[in-house]
């Protein structure tokens, strides 16, 4: 490939149609219209769901996105199971599958499960046309590139493919989700990794499209590997942090949105990233720590391991008291109790559930004999089936164990509930009528709201107890 050749990539593909490929790929086709991006997956579930005609069966939700689906889908962005064929035309393609925590064999529960970077890896082998621009988007332990250049160079040669050729790129994504569409046409920066003049060019070609030449920053393929690791490591640390801290300004009558405000006004800290909740949670923050923390254990760095641990140690133990102040305040029993609870995703403008606190608190409560009416305004009762591992009751009333239902109608479920526990931001909860809601719950009653949602000013005449993450007592 030369200079002039750089600048036709006309054929992209990306391997791994889920929150990242989907959305990031949505993006890069609605820039870059002269381009065909085509997006696969080995799941025929996924596909089908991509091309669904009817835009609310997409298997992600994201704001902005049906919009741009709707917009580019069939013109130049494709989502298919044809892997083969998708390779062999790509000119340059994105791994972008999924690299979750190891769960058996070495490195269980720290190091990240390459085996689908792997089968990716072997199917653009197998594929690849010419000269492949081959670019790792997925989240990846440091050198793993040098793992995807020796699969690559060790089957290079394939009958009857002609001369074939690959450049290896690191490109980490950024996205948070539900405010994946924007983060795609505004991010902060783009990492580039590599160490092929040409092949970082192109991509930065593609990338100039819509993003400011001095947002996209070029490193080594080590340093924009690990990046991507440290990024989320300090972006969950501050949480943490701030989570350890509410827990003190309860006890000592401190505020937590004051204390967040008043360090968050100094620059150097900054004020993104200071607000406490019931634990982070998301497909990332914990299984990229704990691939750090693998990865400093690997080279004897121990003290370090310990020191980054230490944030998932800490955000386990957020929610697990959470769980517990709530079912103490209940007169130490929830056997039986109906509790709301309000969001169940582990964030609000997103149907993902993965980590979601939501889910190892409503655990415990049901472990604990409550009857959980849970709502979510995205998330399906068959993905909280899934999760909780407890199917849909079909008559709470009838129960005499742990149990829970799906419901719509916040109002109608609070009837003659002991508590409501907000735990997913959802902007719907805070124009709720909380008058009405609070009026025919059972007395005494109660208000948890892990989220900082409610102002107390606004509730306080309505006769309920209330307890607010951070707020220093009773009130
Ligand atoms: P995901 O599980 O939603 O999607 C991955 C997809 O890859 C799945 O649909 C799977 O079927 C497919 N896949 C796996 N192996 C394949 C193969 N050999 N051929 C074709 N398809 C294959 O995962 P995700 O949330 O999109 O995350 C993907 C990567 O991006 C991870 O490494 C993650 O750490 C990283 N990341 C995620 C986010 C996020 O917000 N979810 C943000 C930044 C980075
Ligand atoms: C996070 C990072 O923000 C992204 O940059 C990164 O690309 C992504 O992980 C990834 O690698 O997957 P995401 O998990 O989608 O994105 O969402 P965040 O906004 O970071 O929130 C993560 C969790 O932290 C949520 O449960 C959220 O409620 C919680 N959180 C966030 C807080 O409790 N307090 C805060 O101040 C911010």
């Not at 596909?47 to 997409?58: F, H, Q, R, S, T």
């Not at 995807?148 to 980490?172: A, D, H, Q, Y």
């Not at 991010?187 to 990338?207: M, V």
């Not at 009838?398 to 902007?427: P, R």
Request: overall charge negative; aromatic content about 10%.
């Amino acid at each position: 490939m030369n200079d002039q050749d750089e600048k036709k990539i006309k054929n992209i593909c990306c391997i791994g149609a889920g929150y990242v490929g989907g959305p990031s790929m949505a993006v890069l086709a609605e820039k870059c219209l002269d381009t065909v991006v085509t997006v696969v997956d080995i799941s025929q579930e996924r596909i089908n769901k991509w091309n669904d005609d009817n835009l609310e069966n997409l298997p992600v939700y994201e704001p902005g996105l049906k919009e741009i689906i709707s917009n580019r889908r069939n013109k130049n962005l494709f989502f298919s199971n044809n892997i083969s064929k998708a390779i062999k035309e790509a000119d340059m393609i994105f791994i972008s599958v999924n690299t979750p925590t190891k769960l058996e064999g070495f490195g269980a529960g720290f190091a990240s499960d390459l085996t689908w970077i792997e089968s990716s890896t072997r199917e653009i082998a197998k594929y690849a046309e010419g000269h492949t621009i081959i670019i790792e988007k997925s989240t990846v332990p440091v050198k793993t590139a040098r793992i995807i250049e020796t699969i690559l160079e060790t089957n290079k040669n394939v009958e009857n493919c002609g001369e074939r050729t690959f450049s290896v790129l690191s490109s980490p994504e950024f996205l948070a989700e539900g405010s994946a569409i924007k983060d795609l046409r505004y991010p902060d920066r783009i990492l580039i990794g590599g160490n092929d003049d040409l092949g970082i060019n192109a991509l930065k070609f593609i990338y100039k499209k819509w993003i400011p030449e001095e947002k996209i920053l070029v490193t080594n393929l080590w340093s924009s590997e690990l990046s991507k690791l440290v990024a989320n490591a300090f972006l969950a640390q501050r949480i943490s942090s701030i989570n350890s801290i509410s827990a003190l300004c309860e006890v000592t009558g401190a505020r937590i949105d004051e204390i967040s405000n008043s360090i968050g006004s100094d620059n150097r800290i900054g004020s993104k990233f200071l607000k406490p909740g019931p634990a982070f949670g998301g497909s990332c923050f914990q299984k990229d720590i704990l691939n750090l923390v693998y990865l400093c254990r690997y080279y004897g760095l121990d003290e370090v391991a310990n020191y980054w641990e230490n944030i998932i140690t800490l955000n386990i133990w957020q929610r697990k008291r959470i769980t517990k102040l709530i079912v103490e305040k209940l007169f130490n029993t929830v056997n039986l109790k109906k509790i709301v609870i309000l969001g169940f995703s582990y964030k609000p403008n997103t149907n993902d559930t993965r980590e979601s606190a939501a889910i190892y608190i409503c655990k415990d409560l049901i472990d604990n004999g409550a009857k959980l009416l849970i709502h979510d305004p995205q998330v399906s009762p068959e993905q909280i089936s899934e999760d909780l591992g407890i199917n849909e009751s079909h008559d709470l009333d009838q129960e005499t164990k742990g149990s829970w239902i799906f419901i719509k109608d916040i109002q109608k479920a609070a009837n003659q509930s002991d508590a409501i526990v907000i735990l997913t931001e959802w902007n719907s909860y805070k124009t709720l009528n909380w008058t009405s809601i609070t009026t025919y719950m059972r007395k005494p009653s109660w208000i948890f709201d892990t989220r900082s949602v409610l102002e107390y000013q606004n509730i306080k005449d309505h006769h309920i107890n209330y307890w607010g993450i951070g707020q220093g007592f009773d009130i």
